[in-house]
């Protein structure tokens, strides 16, 4: 992890992981069953309100300005509603975020940390859209991100730009492409420049 990766958060809460946080919720989002017959924004939250859990393998590609090379790693991500997310890296290096209520607690190297977002309030407000989202409440996203959608239910786009100076200091903008209720892409612009690319598959239930 790079020094301007670590600058806005304590110890090991890291820009990437609350970034991979973000990522979860779009992917959430983006894979809400669709029911209705128009395609935008509100119907996409009313679908994901009924939506109580999911799981997805993730390859994520990042473009960092300070290496010559990409970054690639891999793994699962999960959500329980209301409140429960986790981003578990398996490739390059093994890795467990999670976030329960106030607390992100942060698994690696044999070592386990908790930090509380009301310390954090920059955090706060990434993972207060994430829960917006998960919940189907659109009216709580757009209070920490300004939205865009456009497109049709065959190829469409969610943009997101945080409201609050902090997190945008650190995210410029989250783009979210898909075709119907499946997300085709999500990148991620940092305010440095940086830039990472997520795919993802569902792991549907058995």
Known sequence: MSARQAN???GRISRRSALALIAATAYAAATAPARAASWDLDTLMRE????????????????????????????????QAPDFLEIHTLKPK???VSVRGGQITIDADGTSRQF??????????LIDGIRATLNGDVAGLRRVYATT????RRLWTLKLVPRLDAARAQVSEIDISGSGASVLSIVIEQADGDRSLMTLHEVRPR
């Open 8 to 10: 806005h958060f304590p």
């Open 48 to 79: 994901l309100a009924l939506r109580k859990a999911g799981r997805a393998r993730f390859v994520e590609t990042k473009q960092l300005a300070m290496l010559y090379a990409p970054l690639e790693s891999s793994g699962t991500l999960r959500f």
């Open 94 to 96: 093994p890795q467990t």
């Open 116 to 125: 509380s977002l009301a310390d954090h309030p920059e955090a706060a407000a």
């Open 149 to 152: 959608f456009s497109g049709s």
